[in-house]
């Protein structure tokens, strides 16, 4: 028999629950209010907890994390059978082993070996906004990709016809779609999935045939390649090279699949973060010139910034943390207990979704005044830790905390400590030759990142453009 939620929360309709008709993240956030950092919501018909503020956040999975360690599939992921990776891995085991893969492989000790890697992918994504400044969005996803497949596969994308390339793409905006927990009905309403294929209400199940199809052939036909090349000997470094030469036999050979892809699904939220940042370039020319300044006055003109500049360039790693805080690319994901428990005297049942909701966390009013605006400045006014800073709070907590995080902090700020260095970006205009100030407006899911805008990207001077052709030219004759 259901037991009802005694943890308090809004008003629920019959039925629906609580309906949230405008943006999901920050309406649960502004529960909080009323309802204290614990509260909770009814999803048409399923009970959740809301979690809000990063002290409870703490004493749940870090305090707590063995009872919160766990993240329950959605239907819709679960039918995809997307929940093999790691990000709901349902099996402890796999999921311990899956976790060692990628935290030994994405430790910024490992990733020295992956520098030219990382140099590569910068500047291609640099000499494409030189060559076709409009297509930036683009731009930006395909270097990221390329840059994720060859860390983790060691495959050097070939360009557009690149068919691995392409697959893995697929396969990353496939799983995005399934993790929205809106995105199907068959997400809110499991029951769906009972009704047969042909049923108008069973949509779902042809996409989750096709989906799965492709990610189980994608999965395997990528790691069988990466196992080829080890086995005769010309693999090129990378995770999987390297897993599978270095602790084979430690781990299932479906967790070393399973994983690595998981790995380009996370190097999606990268795309998305820097797609973030080139919005708050155009709307904030302001913060982006403060940067520039910096960045020349500290690293000179004569060559590009690299993660070593980090602690002299504080204005820069400001605007890094500000954009992770602005729009967290994740505002939202569930968590599950593995047994009942308590929190403040009510009770909440195992396996009930408990909401993590980063956004609400990044936007504390009382930790960041003036919470919607983009203030790089505040990161030098805040005394900054644990409870304040991105990188602690976006990327998650305790035992299931993003094994990407090291590695992003070193790329997301060189790539944009390179951009602000060589690029000016600012507001495109119409054929009227007025500015177009694009929305602050975001897509909704489970990923998150700004509509698609347009934007004026220029070289800074004759000598940021040769700065790149330099870098480029001297890249290639290290490899
Ligand atoms: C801006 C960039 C990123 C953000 C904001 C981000 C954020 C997060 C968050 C919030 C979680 C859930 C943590 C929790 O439950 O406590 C997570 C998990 C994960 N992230 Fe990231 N991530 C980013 C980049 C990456 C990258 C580059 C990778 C590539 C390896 C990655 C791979 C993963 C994986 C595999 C998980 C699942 C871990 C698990 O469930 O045990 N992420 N990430």
């Not at 090279?241 to 699904?265: G, P, W, Y």
Request: with cysteine; proline share 6%.
């Amino acid at each position: 028999k259901r037991r009802r939620l005694e943890t308090p929360g809004p008003r629920r309709l019959p039925l629906v629950g609580n309906l949230f008709t405008g943006i999901v993240h920050e309406q649960m956030a502004a529960f909080a209010n009323e309802f204290g950092s614990i509260f909770s919501v009814n999803l048409f018909g399923t009970d959740a907890i809301v979690v809000t503020s990063v002290s409870a956040a703490r004493e749940l999975f870090v305090k707590r994390s063995a009872t919160y360690a766990t993240r329950l599939p959605l239907k819709m992921v679960e039918l995809c059978n997307f929940h093999q990776g790691l990000l709901f891995q349902p099996d402890a085991n796999k999921l311990r082993q899956g976790r060692r893969l990628l935290l030994k492989g994405m430790a910024r000790r490992e990733l020295e070996q992956y520098q030219d890697i990382i140099q590569h992918h910068t500047l291609a994504l640099l000499s494409r906004l030189l060559a076709e400044p409009d297509d930036f969005m683009n731009h930006i996803q395909t270097s990221m990709g390329d840059l994720s497949l060859e860390i983790g596969y060691g495959h050097r994308s070939t360009g557009k016809d690149d068919v691995l390339a392409r697959r893995s793409k697929d396969w990353v905006t496939n799983f995005t779609s399934t993790i929205a927990f809106g995105g199907f009905l068959v997400n809110v309403f499991p029951i769906l999935d009972r009704l047969p294929e042909w049923c108008p209400g069973a949509p779902h199940k042809k996409t989750a045939n096709a989906w799965r199809k492709d990610a189980d052939n994608f999965r395997r036909d990528a790691y069988e390649m990466v196992k080829r090349a080890v086995n005769t000997g010309d693999g090129q470094p990378s995770i999987i090279s390297k897993t599978l030469t270095e602790f084979r036999h430690a781990l299932d050979e479906d967790v070393i699949i399973n994983s690595a892809a998981q790995m380009l699904t996370g190097g999606h939220t990268t795309v998305l973060t820097l797609q973030t940042f080139m919005l708050a370039m155009v709307l904030h020319p302001e913060a982006q010139e403060k940067a520039k300044e910096e960045i020349h006055r500290v690293v000179g003109s004569d060559r590009l910034p690299t993660f070593s500049d980090w602690d002299d360039l504080p204005y820069t790693t400001g605007i890094v943390r500000e954009v992770l805080r602005w729009h967290p690319v994740i505002p939202l994901l569930p968590r599950n207990p593995i047994q009942d428990d308590l929190l403040n005297g009510h009770f909440v049942p195992k396996d009930t979704m408990v909401i993590v909701n980063y956004w609400a966390m990044l936007h504390d009013e009382v930790i960041f005044p003036d919470h919607a605006a983009f203030r790089p400045e505040r990161w030098s006014e805040l005394k900054i830790d644990r409870t304040n800073d991105p990188f602690e709070i976006a990327f998650g907590f305790g035992r299931r905390v993003c094994p990407g995080r090291a590695a992003t902090k070193e790329l997301l700020f060189t790539i944009i400590a390179s951009i602000i260095a060589t690029f000016k970006i600012s507001k495109a205009k119409d054929a009227h030759g007025n500015e177009i100030t694009p929305p602050e407006e975001f897509t909704s899911g489970g990923v998150i990142g700004p509509v698609p805008f347009k934007c004026h990207i220029e070289p800074r001077s004759r000598v940021s453009s040769q700065l790149i052709a330099e870098s480029i030219q001297s890249a290639r004759i290290r490899a």
